[in-house]
């Protein structure tokens, strides 16, 4: 992250301190449709273009640490085994037998020698998915084992995180996050350490708690005696990136504030003084909010279940601490952090049932709450306007303000 920017940060979190109303040239947002929370054919175009076609953070190198080493993700409903392998690469594949479909593994995670052997007719494959033997041979006319080799999955890495798209023709991962990966260069992405995942089951479409964790208006009404106690909301600061990728900047209400339930803790060397004194929390489209401090960060990520329900997954990361445990703080900074994630899903489940009521006609927006807007314009793109129903469209507005 240069100079440049955080002095242009700045001068941008003064400029929203003063402001008495949205800037001149900022639209009247129209109304979000409801029916993008409920309808079950917008839900499916969802799942179709969005969930499967997108960069997915499926898990961290510690998780996968050496070769041998795998782990089954299945976020988007697709068995995805993901493989550390010899040569020290991270692929993944469908976990799908090319025999009949039988299953290469059955366990989250776990540790092979050499490869996997299918436990229903025994196929066998090396750990880069080659088919390398199988019983009966001579029973089979004409195979040609090279072309019966697991398939492939996309998948590429942002220093130690791994992210998997089921889309063989997406764009590569680090070039689709536009300038994300050069600001998080500061936090020495190559030796970030795994300290902690879990989940949370809330009852509202995926969308619903998504929303929530784009905006800062919120502080005053749901975190009075967290977060808005630290947080400045008024200096709060966006840019909008392509592919509906986006950072918020909000300020401490005191520049030399520290967590007290962090301190101590080791501090990422290179880091900048921007996410010290500020709250930067970046949305990788779609689906992953990461508010970054210098001395560690939890990925959120938001996965849909049913139409109704979604799981908010919590994955914390640490600068290398050296040999030995981990901080003993850090069983204290992830349950501080929990309960204001408590906080966060309080009313989802009521705010779904009024999704689905004659009584909700849509989204009211305003300008803090601008990167909600721009995440539901990046779906409309992803699944063709043309695909959405007219009456679930949402008007793109804000292309001027994308940077
Ligand atoms: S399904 Fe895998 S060997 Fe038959
Ligand atoms: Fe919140």
């Known amino acids: 992250m240069d100079q440049a920017f955080i002095d242009n940060v700045y001068e941008r979190l003064e400029f929203e301190r003063a402001r008495k109303g949205p800037p001149d040239a900022f639209p009247s947002l129209p109304p979000i449709p409801g ?22 953070y499926a898990g961290h190198l510690d998780q996968v640490p050496e070769p041998g080493s795998y782990m089954l993700w299945t976020k988007t409903g697709s068995p995805i085994l993901i493989v550390h392998g010899r040569d020290g690469e991270v692929r993944a594949f469908y976990n799908t037998c090319r025999h009949r479909g039988g299953p290469l593994v059955k366990d989250d995670q776990g540790q092979v020698r050499g490869g996997f052997t299918c436990g229903y007719h025994g196929w066998a494959y090396d750990l880069e998915g080659n088919l390398r033997g199988m019983r ?20 590429e890495r942002l220093g130690n995180w791994i992210f998997i798209n089921e889309d063989p023709e997406a764009m590569p991962l680090l070039e689709s996050l536009g300038p994300i990966p050069a600001q998080l260069e500061q936090f020495d992405l190559d ?17 619903v708690l998504l929303d929530a964790f784009l905006e800062v208006y919120h502080l005053k009404s749901i975190h009075q005696d967290t977060v808005d106690r630290f947080l400045d909301h008024r200096g709060t600061s966006i840019f909008l990136w392509p592919h509906g990728h986006s950072l918020m900047v909000t300020p401490n209400r005191r520049p030399d504030w520290v967590d007290p339930g ?41 996965w849909p279940k049913t139409e109704r329900s979604m799981v908010i997954e919590c994955h914390w990361f ?34 779904q049932e009024s ?48 940077e």
């Not at 040609?144 to 080799?149: A, K, P, R």
């Not at 990422?268 to 960060?297: C, D, H, I, Q, R």
């Not at 040999?323 to 989802?348: C, K, M, P, V, Y």
């Not at 689905?356 to 793109?381: A, C, T, V």
């Open 35 to 56: 029916g993008r929370y409920t309808d079950p054919d917008f839900l499916a175009l969802e799942r179709e273009h969005l969930w499967k076609k997108s960069w997915l």
């Open 136 to 155: 009966d041979r001579r029973d089979f006319v004409d195979l040609d084992f090279s072309c019966l080799g697991l398939v492939n999955v996309r998948c």
């Open 191 to 207: 030796s970030v350490r795994h300290v902690h995942s879990y989940g949370l089951e809330v009852a509202c479409n995926v969308k």
């Open 262 to 302: 962090t301190r101590g803790m080791v501090d990422f060397p290179n880091v900048t003084e921007l996410p010290v004194k500020t709250n930067l929390s970046y949305n990788l489209f779609p689906n992953l909010v990461t508010p970054v401090a210098g001395n560690g960060m939890p990925f959120l990520t938001f």
């Open 318 to 351: 640490s600068p290398d601490w050296g040999e030995g445990e981990r901080h003993e703080l850090w069983d204290t900074r992830i349950d501080n952090f929990h309960r204001i994630l408590l906080e966060d899903t309080q009313f989802a489940p009521q705010i």
């Open 355 to 402: 999704v689905e009521s004659p009584g909700f006609r849509g989204i009211q927006l305003n300008y803090q709450e601008r990167r909600i807007y721009h995440w539901h314009e990046e779906l409309d793109r992803r699944i063709g306007i043309e695909r959405v129903p007219e009456h679930l469209r949402v008007q793109p507005m804000l292309g001027d303000l994308v």
